[in-house]
């Protein structure tokens, strides 16, 4: 609350703002984060600087952070580029279930054999023009892609 010190506002703070709902409330947070991260596999990393992380692991700090935020839609733009392939497996099997969850996943990937994995349905691109849109399989073996792919 703002106030100038000694004022009414600087009174009323002690009212409204217990100290003990205060620490009850950080208390809340904490659980809250670290379930996030349990639920991405990093809960060990808790009090770690998130750079001091390998770089997939910083992937899994940001997707625990879009989980927290409790949208029901999330957009993953390359969430496997750059990281070994242990930690791609993680991350694919967090994406897996997240619709199990509520949550709509739109993934834009380049790694094929991820998109194969997680998607149900499949939008394939090329120079920013669609060119064609089914399940996994018949994507992957539509001469399109495979022209596409191979070029």
Not at 4 to 32: A, T, V, W
Not at 112 to 136: L, T
Request: aromatic share 4%; hydrophobic share 40%; with cysteine.
């Amino acid at each position: 609350m703002l106030s100038f010190q000694n004022q009414s506002g600087e009174h009323l703070k002690g009212i409204f703002l217990f100290p003990g709902r205060i620490r009850e409330q950080e208390r809340r947070n904490r659980e809250e984060a670290l379930e996030f991260l349990r639920h991405m596999g990093i809960e060990d990393k808790a009090h770690a600087l998130v750079e001091d992380l390998s770089y997939g692991q910083q992937k899994m700090v940001s997707a625990a952070c879009c989980l927290a935020s409790g949208a029901d839609l999330l957009l993953l733009d390359e969430p496997v580029a750059g990281i070994n392939p242990e930690i791609i497996d993680k991350i694919l099997a967090i994406i897996k279930r997240l619709p199990e969850e509520g949550k709509t996943v739109v993934l834009i990937e380049h790694n094929i054999d991820a998109v194969m994995q997680v998607c149900d349905k499949v939008v394939f691109m090329d120079e920013g023009r669609k060119i064609v849109e089914g399940d996994p399989e018949s994507v992957r073996n539509n001469p399109a892609v495979l022209e596409a792919y191979l070029e």
